[in-house]
């Protein structure tokens, strides 16, 4: 085979293994990393609920009905989604340059770092410091509920 024909069969393969990486990293949504500052605050904030909340910390919230589903569903889109993204993933349109990453709802391991009560109280006094505000003052208790169940039916989702 000649030089210039291994070359160009060299440049074919490096082009082929080139669009292959690009063809993947566009499939995987991942989320963004949380640095250490974020690591730290929310280790701090889940003491914090553990010391609130005793042996209610890791209490179960019961399964959704269909209509808080569909109710947070509802308003998702218009209070959460900005931040967290319209699926979930916390790549919403303002995410980017806030003070912390939004949370992503669709990842099963940021899911799994505070328990279901702890999420439901993050929602509804927010996290100090950061721009995820607490909500209790501006939606009803029924409403942060069914956004929480909402939320948890994203974990696993792509
Ligand atoms: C202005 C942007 C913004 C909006 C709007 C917002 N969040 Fe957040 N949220 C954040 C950020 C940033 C964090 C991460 C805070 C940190 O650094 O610890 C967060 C964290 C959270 C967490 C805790 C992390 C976890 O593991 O679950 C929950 C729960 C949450 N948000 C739910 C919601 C819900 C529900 C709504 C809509 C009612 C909402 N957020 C609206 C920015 C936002």
Redesign the pocket.
Known sequence: MSNARKDNICLYIMLLLFGLLMILSACTTESKPIDPT?QQ??SELRKRFKNELGEKYDLSIPAATAAQLKRGAELYPQ??A???GGRGDGLGK?SEG?A????SFTDPE??A??SERA?LG??RKG?PG???MG?QNVLTEEDIQA?YCY?RSLIGQK
């Open positions: 974020q605050r929310m209070v959460c900005s931040c967290h303002i806030l912390g990453n939004p949370t940021q899911a770092f505070f999420r993050i929602i996290v950061t721009p995820m909500w956004l939320i």
